[in-house]
Each structure stands twice: as structure tokens, then as C-alpha cells.
């Protein structure tokens, strides 16, 4: 868990959370929000239980093997003097393989990287699901963000109507600029209905990671806007080895040992030692009973398993390498569109609002004084909005760019750059 504390770290309780979650419209908070995923999430509780399977595996496993109790009636229900149990012998014997060349070991092995392979996994899977929790909070707050644009279009377009209307009333303006006024209100309001219901449905899916389905809950825009710094470049690249996935490869590896040494001791042959005592009817007598067995055809065996598993590490380690130079390609790519997303956003925020939102002034002052039409200064409204949601779709282009190098780079024990 300490490695993703950064990922859910919550001041508050998780009842305190849940109160306030479900109090009426609610601000819902990022760490709320993971702090649920994480309490509530089945697929965590799954990952529980599989872990607790693993561990009494390994507990099996180091278990001796057992000794086992038989018995056997020979020479009855025949004919003559053999007929009824009048000559049967009847034998009871306790027996044990004992093994040898350190096979115990080499038979605890597997399940004891197996634990380790399930906590691997566990530890993984906290980490997709606070991934897909901020993921799916981003673009809650990118959508309830792109809502409060476009109703705020709404309300200038209608103040914006009102007043064409007056000046249609007066023969100032012709009344084409009124229909055109009042198709811009109602495409406003279409594109506000499509943003609400796209709300609604990622509202939906965020709820959905703790288990509900509650939409009662607004977010926080600065959870979006304010965009983390970039990250070095080098500093990424040099986890790639210790990365998730490598992590898993490693651990398939040692696996693939694990066999590769139970295979070399299994050329050993163990023994089968039995003792047991055998009762003669016939004759009202008692012995003891001893035997012994080797099984035949070991070390061919063997040497077939050794062949066999040589081969699947050499197939592992190539994948391993595949993998890292796979995951170094997507790291850089996905940098590259981190830095793009980072430069659109701040263009945006440092120049080309600030010299539209003078243009709309300006627009605006013009068409007042009767020197511009309606048209020309829709359109310079319009370029304002179409700008202000291009500079939210770059914010959230970085920070989808910015969760997916956390997930390909993010290791086990150590905290995301």
C-alpha cells in the first residue's frame, strides 16, 4: 500500500466521505473519491481472498508428505482348504516416500513466488483502480467544466437576443439577425442538454468503481486546470526496468527456476519404505512385513523437463526485453503529447483567450455603435467559446498522457516520479 499513498492519502474518513458525498450536490474530492474505490472496490476484495488462497498454498506446501495406512486379504474365498478366511493372510502396513535431493524444497519454491506473484498482482491492481478513479475523475471535471461553458454561452446569447430583438422593434436591425439570434440560443441550449447527459453518464461510471450509482456529487475544475509540472524525461526511462511488468516477467522467471530446479533434483528417484505386520489363519501366525520401491525412468525425465523449461526462460527473458523496449517507445510518445498538451493549454491561457476576449469587447462596442452586424459578432463570440473548451480538451489531453506513463513506469515500493 505505501508505494500509492500519494495515489489516496484521504484527511477524511471514509464515513465522513460518504456523508458528504450523498448530502445534496455535494463536493466530491478526488481523495474521497479514491479513498471509496479503495475501501469498497470488489476486485480489490477479490484480489484479498486470492491472496489468502496463495498463502495457504505455500502452507501446504511446506507441509512433509504425509504417511499413508493400507492393508490387505489375500488367499480367501477360494476352494478347499483356501475356502472362507480359513487360509487368508491378511496384512496391515504403514508406508511413507521419503524424499531426497532436497525435493521438499524444491517443491516449496514455486508456491512461495507464487505469494509473491499474487502480492504483485494485488499491489497492481490498487494501482489501475486509483488510475481509472482519477481518470474517471478528470473527465468528470472536464465535462462539468465544458457544462458551466456552454451555459454561460447560453446566457450571453439570450441577453444577446433580447437585445437584437429591441433593435428589430426599432428598424435598427433586419429581422434575419432576430432568427439567426434565436438559432444560436437554440443550438446553445441542444449542445447544453448533449453536456448534461454526458455529465450524467461519467458521474456514473466514477460512482460505479466503489459500487453505486450516484450523480448527486459535483467536482472541483481546479482538479483539471492546474496541470502538474512535467516530469524528467531520463528519470522515467530509468524505471522502465523496475516497472510493473517487468516486475511480473521477473517473477515468472524465478517460476520457471523454481521448476528448472525440481526438474534437476526429480532425476533423483525417491523411496518408497513400507513396514506392517501380516496375520496367517492357517496357521495362527504372525510377521512383520517390509518393502521397498524405486521408481524407474528418472533421470530421462528429467533431463526432457530441463530441456523444456531452458527453453521457456530463453522465450521469457527475449519477451522481457520486447517488453522494456515496448514500454520505452510508449513512454516517449506519450511525452511528446504531454509536452504538446502542455503547450496547447498554456498558449491558450496566456495569449489567444486574452486577445479573443479583446476582440469580443471590441466586437461588441462595434456593434453596439451599429458599425459591425450580428454576424460578425457571433462569430467572434463563438471563436471565444470554441477556444476556451480547445484550451479544456488540451488540459485534459495531459493529464490522460500524464496517467498513462505513471501506469507504464510506476514500480512496486517506490512512488511515481
Request: aromatic share 4%; hydrophobic share 45%.
Amino acid at each position: 500500500m505505501a508505494p500509492f499513498k500519494r495515489f489516496y492519502c484521504c484527511a477524511l474518513a471514509a464515513t465522513l466521505a460518504c456523508n458528504a458525498l450523498y448530502s445534496g450536490a455535494a463536493e466530491l474530492s478526488l481523495q474521497q473519491a479514491l479513498q471509496l474505490a479503495l475501501e469498497r472496490n470488489p476486485t480489490l476484495q477479490a484480489e484479498g481472498f486470492a491472496m489468502r488462497a496463495a498463502e495457504a498454498e505455500l502452507k501446504s506446501s511446506e507441509l512433509s508428505l504425509p504417511w499413508s495406512v493400507g492393508t490387505e486379504l489375500e488367499n480367501f474365498a477360494g476352494n478347499d482348504s483356501l475356502s472362507g478366511i480359513r487360509g487368508a493372510e491378511a496384512t496391515i502396513r504403514l508406508s511413507r516416500t521419503f524424499e531426497r535431493a532436497g525435493k521438499r524444497e524444491a517443491r516449496i519454491a514455486p508456491a512461495r513466488i507464487a505469494v509473491s506473484q499474487q502480492q504483485q498482482m494485488a499491489e497492481r491492481a490498487q494501482l489501475e483502480l486509483a488510475s481509472a478513479v482519477r481518470q474517471r475523475y478528470q473527465d468528470v471535471v472536464e465535462r462539468q467544466t465544458r457544462l458551466g461553458i456552454l451555459q454561460s454561452t447560453r446566457e450571453r446569447l439570450q441577453t444577446t437576443r433580447m437585445r437584437v430583438a429591441q433593435w428589430v422593434e426599432v428598424g435598427r436591425s433586419p429581422s434575419s439577425e432576430l432568427s439567426l439570434a434565436e438559432i444560436a440560443v437554440i443550438r446553445a441550449t441542444l449542445a447544453i442538454d448533449e453536456a448534461d447527459r454526458s455529465l450524467t453518464s461519467g458521474k456514473t461510471a466514477l460512482s460505479s468503481l466503489w459500487g453505486e450509482v450516484g450523480t448527486d456529487f459535483s467536482v472541483s475544475p481546479a482538479e483539471l486546470m492546474n496541470l502538474p509540472a512535467l516530469p524528467n524525461l531520463d528519470a522515467l526511462v530509468a524505471r522502465l526496468p523496475q516497472s510493473f511488468e517487468q516486475q511480473r516477467l521477473a517473477l515468472a522467471t524465478e517460476q520457471l527456476t523454481a521448476q528448472r530446479r525440481a526438474a534437476i533434483v526429480s532425476a533423483k528417484p525417491d523411496v518408497t519404505l513400507s513396514i506392517g505386520a501380516r496375520r496367517l489363519e492357517g496357521s495362527n501366525q504372525q510377521a512383520l512385513v517390509f518393502s521397498a520401491s524405486l521408481p524407474l525412468g528418472a533421470p530421462r525425465r528429467s533431463v526432457l523437463s530441463v530441456e523444456r523449461v531452458d527453453a521457456q526462460i530463453a522465450e521469457l527473458t527475449a519477451r522481457r526485453s520486447a517488453a522494456q523496449l515496448d514500454a520505452r517507445q510508449q513512454v516517449l510518445e506519450l511525452y511528446q503529447h504531454l509536452a504538446q498538451a502542455r503547450l496547447a493549454f498554456e498558449t491558450h491561457r496566456d495569449a489567444l483567450i486574452g486577445t479573443a476576449e479583446s476582440a469580443v469587447q471590441v466586437t461588441r462596442r462595434s456593434y453596439e455603435l451599429g458599425r459591425l452586424n450580428f454576424l460578425a459578432l457571433a462569430q467572434t463570440e463563438q471563436l471565444l467559446v470554441d477556444l476556451r473548451l480547445a484550451q479544456l480538451e488540451a488540459a485534459a489531453r495531459y493529464h490522460r498522457a500524464l496517467l498513462d506513463i505513471e501506469r507504464l513506469t510506476a514500480t512496486s515500493g517506490v512512488p511515481a516520479p
